[in-house]
Structure formats: structure tokens, C-alpha cells
């Protein structure tokens, strides 16, 4: 049988062995957010952990054949199958966001038949003004023309 006992210096609610908060008023049950329950000042929400409620109204301990609040185990299993959604969100996206591996094409020097450096494109860095293997439009490619 669940035990329902008044908040100590929270009147206006009352807490049950296994830990679900309510008014006594209107029995609405106070929303549970992991370990803390939402209350309501008269002016402010406050969120307070339930193992303190419960320490205040059960000063003796919680009753030992006191089971866990069903509410409490639905909004876990809820909560747990929220955060494994979002994992596997951010995997995929994480996955995604991955550079994909491109592979750089090797590219060789006209003249000499040498691999070019990054950013060289017909001719190595000794080639590079020589006229030799003919002029192409990609020895042009990012010159400033005056
Ligand atoms: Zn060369």
C-alpha cells in the first residue's frame, strides 16, 4: 500500500513512499524530471530532488517494501529511448559530416614527366617557367593581369 505523507515545509503537497509528488488540493501530480520534482512556489518553479522531499516526509526512511513509482519508470524508459534516438541521430550526421576520401589525382610534370607538388599543375616547381612542353591555358590559371 503506498503511503502518502505532507511535505514538510511544503503543505500545500504531499509525497508517497515510492516518491511521486502531489498536490493535495487537486491530487495533480507534479511533473518528475530525472531525480528532481517541478514545484510551484506560489511565485517561482523550482525544481527540488525527490530524495530530499522523501527524507523530509519519511524521516525514518523510506518504507521498505515500497515499490518504484510507475510514473517515474515510464518517464525513464521514455527518457532512455529519447537519448538513444538522438545517439543514433548524431551518429548518422557524424557519419555523414566525415570527409569522404577523395582521391587526389597525381598529376605529372610536362617536361620532365616528374609528380608534381600540391598546388603545381602541368609542370614541377623547376619546369614552372620554362616554355617547355607548350603554354596552355592552365598556365594562366590564377595569374593577375596587368
Ligand atoms: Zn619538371
Redesign the pocket.
Known sequence: MVEWRTIPGWEAYEISSSGTVRRIATRYRMRRCGPSVRMWDGAHALYLPVAELLAKAFPGGRTPDAIPDPDALVWLRRRVAELEEEVATLRATAQAKKPAKTEQKKRY??????E?PPGYWR??????Y?G??GLSEDDFRGAVIH
Open positions: 610534370c610536362v617536361v620532365c614527366g616528374r608534381l609542370r614541377c616547381p623547376e619546369h614552372a620554362s617547355e612542353g
